[in-house]
C-alpha cells in the first residue's frame, strides 16, 4: 500500500490552528520511498542501517491535579519506516499535550510510541515500533552538550563556486594505503524542501577505506548549501554519493542539525551494524 501524502499537503508554510487538547491526527507521515528512488536507492536493498535521532524540547502535560509537568524527549525512529515525520506536524502533536490530562509520564510516552509507531509504519503491511526516552526536569542538568569528535574540515581554506549538491567534488586516492578517520564539519546547511527556510547543522563522516580528499569533501559539504530537502535524505544524500564516489569499506554518516520550532532532526547512516550516537548536543543546538 503506497502514501499519498506529499510535503506540498502538509502544513508547512500555512498559517495553523493552535491545538492544545491531545490530537493524534496532527502528525502528518511523508513517505520516504520518493526522495529515495531519485537518488537510486531502492527500498528493499538499502545500503546502510541507522535512524532518525530526533529531541523534543517543548514537551508538557497537566497531571491529575491540572499541575503543568515538563519533559524532554528523545525519539528514535528506525530507517526502515516507510515514513518520516513532517516536522510542524510533529510540533503541532506535540502541542496538543499541552492542556491534556496524564496519569503520570510512562503513560506520555506510551501514548507517544504508540502514535508515532502507527505514523512512521503506516501504509506498510510490516510493523515496528519507535523508542521514546523521556527526560523528566531532575535530569536535565545530566543532558550532554558536546561537540563531534573527529577533525574538523572547517580549518581548510578552500574556494567554494558550489551551492548545489556536487558529488563530482569527491574523490579518493584508490592507490594509497587505507586509513581509518573521523572527518566533521559544522559548514552543512540545507533548505526545507516546502517553505525555503534554512537549516543548519554539522555532519560527522566516519569511514575505512582509501583516503578521502579532505577540502573536496568540505566544498562538498558546502555544495548543499542552497539545496531544498529535508535532513533525512540529505543524510542519505552524502552517504550514498560518498559510499559511489569514494567507495571506502566503511561509512557512517551523522548529521545533526539545529532545532527549529522546540525540534531537532539528527539522521545516522552507517554501512555496518553498531551502536546509535550517545543523544548529545553540540554548541549551536
Not at 491526527?25 to 511523508?30: E, K, M, R, V
Not at 510542524?88 to 490530562?101: G, R
Not at 535530569?139 to 581554506?157: I, K, S
Request: hydrophobic share 35%; charged share 25%.
Amino acid at each position: 500500500m503506497s502514501l499519498s501524502n506529499t510535503p506540498e499537503e502538509s502544513q508547512l508554510g500555512r498559517r495553523s490552528a493552535y491545538v492544545d487538547q491531545y490530537d493524534a491526527s496532527q502528525l502528518f507521515p511523508i513517505a520516504r520511498a520518493t526522495q529515495r528512488e531519485a537518488m537510486g536507492i531502492r527500498e528493499g536493498a538499502l545500503p546502510f542501517f541507522g535512524a532518525d535521532l530526533w529531541t523534543g524540547f517543548e514537551l508538557s502535560w497537566l497531571n491529575a491535579r491540572g499541575k503543568p509537568q515538563l519533559a524532554i524527549v528523545h525519539f528514535t525512529i528506525p530507517c526502515e519506516t516507510p515514513n518520516i515525520i513532517e516536522s510542524k506536524s510533529f510540533k503541532l502533536y506535540l502541542n496538543s499535550f499541552n492542556s491534556t490530562v496524564f496519569a503520570s509520564a510512562d503513560a506520555v510516552r506510551e501514548r507517544l510510541r504508540a502514535d508515532l509507531s502507527e505514523a512512521t509504519w503506516r501504509g506498510s503491511d510490516r510493523s515496528g515500533g519507535i523508542g521514546v526516552r523521556l527526560v523528566l526536569p531532575d535530569a536535565f542538568d545530566q543532558e550532554p552538550v558536546h561537540e563531534m569528535d573527529g577533525l574538523n574540515l572547517d580549518r581548510l581554506d578552500i574556494e567554494c563556486t558550489h551551492y548545489q549538491p556536487a558529488p563530482e567534488l569527491l574523490r579518493a586516492d584508490q592507490d594509497e594505503v587505507h586509513v581509518n578517520e573521523t572527518l566533521t564539519s559544522r559548514l552543512l546547511k540545507s533548505n526545507c524542501l516546502v517553505t525555503g527556510q534554512p537549516d543548519w547543522g554539522s555532519v560527522q563522516i566516519r569511514y575505512s577505506g582509501p583516503p578521502i580528499d579532505q577540502a573536496g569533501l568540505l566544498a562538498y559539504i558546502v555544495s548543499f548549501r542552497n539545496h531544498n530537502e529535508f535532513h533525512e535524505p540529505c543524510a542519505e544524500r552524502i552517504f550514498n554519493d560518498i559510499l559511489q564516489r569514494c567507495k571506502p569499506t566503511k561509512l557512517a554518516v551523522y548529521a545533526r542539525y539545529t532545532r527549529r520550532g522546540g525540534l531537532d532532526i539528527n539522521p545516522f547512516r552507517t554501512s555496518w551494524p553498531q551502536a546509535l550516537p550517545a543523544n548529545v548536543r553540540t554548541a549551536r543546538q
